[in-house]
């Protein structure tokens, strides 16, 4: 459909269901982006998601990236099906770097030093451009000693948390560490005699992150699971398109020891065969009660993002979506989803969300 010439129309992604999260209807989820790790990241809307994991580049924050080390697509695309066919609440955990470094700043806000939390080149910043991960702080009155200050952390241009007045650097430090580390997206500690005196306002790049070799989504995919304490409640937990019996067996466990459900999702385009031989696997590993669990097949193949911005380039493609996505979307969507009921080893779905 045309626009009305010198009209321009954005779609953006959605906001929050404005609906009341059900007791069970929360999605657990791992997997991989660039963003903070070894945290629960509460995740209501793909606007969210952007917020905490976009990946900033020439078309501004995307959320659905591929940078050869980081690749957020089966986390973006499943999440993405799970807010449009229901659900309403997820925790998202990260999965561990293998190697790399986290990004880090030290004297630029005095005697403190700042280290991004988690590795990974996506708190990388500088004064080039808004992306990445500083610190602002800005002088309110007095002056050296006896200077009140004001700070502000930004994650791609986006003000994630503005500080109450801050007396000294220890106030500084213990406000970025009574924050949620979702939000301040870095620890701060004490750094030394320093150069720059309390009182001197400044911005404070990050540096010297480093993604490494990869993400760990097997054998420590226990870590990115054990932010997911019981005190959260109950709901399903998944790892969208990991489909090795490590992580079946994984997430099973997770969801016995936290009265979860573990959604899995079969292998990409598996047989029948297949998916059984997977079932029964799982079926006998040790300490594993299958009836935690409930796998699902085929992938579902689902259109790509809406994009009606006229200056942005606009591709026209399909996505293979992890079938779990629907799943919990669904068990968010009934309004009677009960924990270890109707729990089944093998479901087929349909193909399309």
């Given at each position: 459909m045309?626009?009305?010439p010198g ?13 009341s999260n ?8 791992v ?9 629960a ?9 952007v917020?905490?994991?976009g ?7 995307q959320?659905?990236?591929?940078t050869?080390?980081?690749?957020s ?15 309403i609440n997820?925790y998202v ?5 293998s190697?790399?470094?986290a ?6 806000v ?6 991004a939390?988690g ?5 990388n ?8 991960l500083?610190?602002?702080t ?7 000693s ?7 952390i930004k994650f791609?241009?986006v003000?994630?948390a503005?500080?109450?007045s801050?007396g ?9 560490e009574?924050?949620?580390?979702y939000?301040?997206?870095m620890t701060a500690?004490?750094?030394g005699?320093?150069?720059t ?16 070799s ?6 420590t995919?226990?870590a ?10 109950p709901?399903q ?8 019996a490590?992580t ?11 009265n ?18 997977s ?6 590993t040790?300490?594993?009660d299958?009836?935690?669990a409930?796998?699902?097949a ?7 993002p809406?994009?009606?911005n006229?200056?942005a380039a606009?591709s026209?493609?399909?996505?293979t ?12 969507d ?12 093998e479901s087929?779905?349909?193909s399309?969300a």
């Amino acid at each position: 459909m045309a626009n009305t010439p010198g009209v321009n129309i954005t779609v953006t992604a959605a906001a929050a269901s404005p609906r009341s999260n059900t007791p069970t209807a929360t999605w657990f989820v791992v997997g991989n982006a660039a963003g903070v790790s070894g945290v629960a990241v509460p995740v209501n809307s793909m606007t969210d998601f952007v917020t905490y994991f976009g990946k900033f580049d020439a078309k501004g924050n995307q959320g659905r990236y591929n940078t050869g080390t980081v690749d957020s697509s089966l986390l973006y695309d499943a999440l993405d099906v799970f807010f449009r066919e229901g659900g309403i609440n997820a925790y998202v955990s990260l999965f561990p770097r293998s190697g790399g470094s986290a990004a880090a700043a030290t004297v630029n806000v005095g005697k403190v030093t700042l280290t991004a939390f988690g590795k990974g080149a996506w708190a990388n910043s500088s004064n080039s451009n808004a992306a990445g991960l500083i610190l602002i702080t800005t002088l309110v009155s007095g002056s050296g000693s006896s200077a009140i200050m004001t700070a502000a952390i930004k994650f791609n241009g986006v003000t994630m948390a503005t500080s109450p007045s801050l007396g000294s650097e220890t106030d500084l430090i213990n406000w970025i560490e009574s924050l949620p580390k979702y939000q301040s997206m870095m620890t701060a500690s004490a750094y030394g005699a320093g150069t720059t005196a309390w009182g001197t306002a400044a911005t404070t790049y990050l540096t010297g992150g480093v993604d490494g070799s990869g993400s760990d989504t097997t054998a420590t995919s226990t870590a990115s699971l054990s932010v997911f304490s019981d005190l959260f409640g109950p709901g399903q937990v998944s790892a969208p398109g990991i489909t090795d019996a490590t992580t079946y067996s994984n997430l099973t466990k997770h969801a016995m020891a936290n009265n979860r459900v573990a959604v899995l999702d079969g292998a990409l385009n598996a047989s029948a065969s297949t998916l059984t031989s997977s079932v029964a696997t799982l079926q006998g590993t040790a300490d594993v009660d299958p009836s935690y669990a409930a796998m699902y097949a085929p992938w579902l193949i689902v259109p790509a993002p809406v994009n009606t911005n006229p200056s942005a380039a606009v591709s026209v493609y399909n996505r293979t979506v992890a079938p779990s996505a629907l799943a919990a979307a669904k068990f968010a969507d009934r309004k009677s989803t009960r924990l270890n009921s109707s729990h089944v080893s093998e479901s087929r779905m349909p193909s399309s969300a």
